[in-house]
């Protein structure tokens, strides 16, 4: 969670496929994690759906 929390915060809005790849990750597994934060909002439709940090 927290290598997922560095990468939002660095590189703001992204997609769950980013996200896995930097933290070595498949994209399914990404999604488990992300859906599990609090402070992680989704945004989008499925394959469109991006990920931001709540303020």
Known sequence: MDKIREYLLE???????????SIGLSSART???IAKMDDVIG???NRNRTYILKE
């Open 11 to 21: 590189n703001g809005k992204s997609k769950t496929s980013d996200i896995a790849k």
């Open 31 to 33: 999604r488990v994690i």
């Open 43 to 45: 945004a989008g439709e």
